[in-house]
């Protein structure tokens, strides 16, 4: 893990959640210079029997093992978060209440806490004591066939888990802040499917008069992903910028379609579309990779999860900050039990 920066130093998190969302929001405040302490349920977090998968979205916290159906435990647990800024936890709506970690009742002890609830459907939605997981959300926000028509596939990431996650972390970073000059605490209610219905979006509007777009339906010639001989694929991006298609097909041998406009590429959609996949599929991947980069074509070879690794150095962290001091690795169960925030004896 990277080595923390010093903008959130301070900051008393304790991460009730288990997982991805929750777990993956603490994650990055962590390199920001956050003390994240983990409580994790008897027998651990479920995500450890996913090891590689735990790791990313825990290393540099600490774990203490509580069961909140326990008397004891649960009053640790109510001192642990009178003690903390933030509060992030990812149950059902209403399990923390039969738990005795009500929002209400941690706010007793703590008023100035940010209590963050991340969940399938939030707290007052219909839906909200509908069970699920990552691949419900998005087929509720509309994220596995946003044009209509059947869903191909279920997408490799789980989208709903990482963008709530996400989007938890931004709204404590903006709750944090304006605590700062009000005093106040802050409720941050995250429904997975309403922040993937936000990059759905809404319904689109209908063309203006006269426009000649193809429907979402038709293929953007020079648009998507396309196979190449070696079983390789390569995903090209041009929309309807004059300068890449020229390019593109200069550099496919296509001279004789470089000069359509965007309205009749479009127009001819599927059999231009073709014409582009056939040049290509004749060609290797990444020597066709790198002669469309060479002359500026918004070109990208197809990458798994090793060739993305063998590509380039991995960021530790999604934002390029400057980043110091000593890193912490992924905690043990219950390796810090007695431990209280700003407590350590391992850094």
Same mark, same amino acid.
């Given at each position: 893990m990277a080595a923390t920066a010093a903008f959130l130093s301070g900051l008393r998190v304790l991460d009730l959640?288990?997982?991805?969302?929750?777990?993956?929001?603490?994650?990055?405040?962590?390199p920001l210079g956050a003390d994240v302490l983990k409580v994790e349920p008897p027998g651990g977090d &479920?995500?450890?029997?996913? &090891?590689?998968?735990? /790791?990313?979205v825990n290393e540099g916290k600490r774990s203490v093992e509580l069961d909140l159906k326990d008397a004891?435990?649960?009053?640790? *647990?109510?001192? #642990?978060? *009178?003690? /903390?800024?933030?509060?992030v936890e990812g149950f059902r709506p209403g399990v923390l209440d039969r738990l005795g970690l009500a929002e209400a009742n941690v706010r007793t002890l703590n008023p100035a806490v940010v209590y963050c609830s991340i969940?399938?459907?939030?707290?007052?939605?219909?839906? *909200?004591? #509908?069970?699920g997981h990552d691949v419900n959300y998005q087929a509720w926000s509309g994220a596995l066939t946003p044009e209509g028509g059947p869903a191909d596939r279920i997408p490799p990431l &789980?989208?709903?888990?990482?963008?709530?996650?996400?989007? /938890?972390?931004?709204?404590?970073?903006?709750?944090?802040?304006?605590?700062?000059t009000s005093g106040e605490g802050a409720s941050l209610d995250i429904s997975m499917t309403d922040v993937l219905a936000t990059w759905t979006g809404r319904a689109g509007a209908a063309p203006a008069p006269g426009s000649t777009v193809a429907a979402p339906s038709a293929p953007t010639p020079g648009y998507g992903l396309?196979?190449?001989?070696?079983?390789?694929?390569?995903?090209?991006?041009?929309?309807?910028?004059?300068?890449?298609?020229?390019?593109?097909?200069? *550099?496919? !041998?296509? !001279?004789?379609?470089?000069?359509?406009?965007?309205?009749?590429?479009?127009?001819?959609?599927?059999?231009?579309?073709?014409?582009?996949a056939d040049a290509i599929v004749a060609q290797?991947?990444? /020597?066709?990779v790198a002669r469309l980069a060479a002359v500026g074509v918004p070109v990208a070879p197809v990458l798994d999860r090793q060739g993305m690794l063998a590509a380039g150095p991995f960021p530790p962290f999604p934002i390029r900050l400057p980043l110091s001091g000593a890193a912490r690795p992924v905690p043990m169960l219950d390796q810090h039990r !007695?431990?209280?925030? !700003?407590e350590s004896t391992d850094d």
């Open positions: 959640s288990i997982w991805r969302p929750g777990p993956y929001a603490t994650s990055l405040l962590v &479920p995500m450890r029997h996913y &090891p590689g998968l735990f /790791a990313g004891d435990d649960r009053a640790r *647990a109510l001192e #642990l978060a *009178a003690q /903390a800024d933030v509060l969940s399938g459907y939030g707290r007052h939605d219909p839906r *909200a004591l #509908l069970p &789980p989208t709903a888990d990482l963008a709530a996650g996400l989007t /938890a972390a931004f709204g404590i970073c903006a709750a944090v802040l304006g605590r700062v396309f196979p190449t001989i070696d079983g390789g694929q390569v995903a090209l991006g041009v929309l309807n910028e004059q300068h890449f298609w020229v390019s593109l097909c200069h *550099a496919l !041998g296509l !001279g004789a379609l470089a000069d359509l406009d965007f309205d009749e590429r479009c127009r001819r959609g599927h059999e231009i579309q073709h014409t582009v290797p991947r990444d /020597a066709l !007695g431990q209280g925030f !700003g």
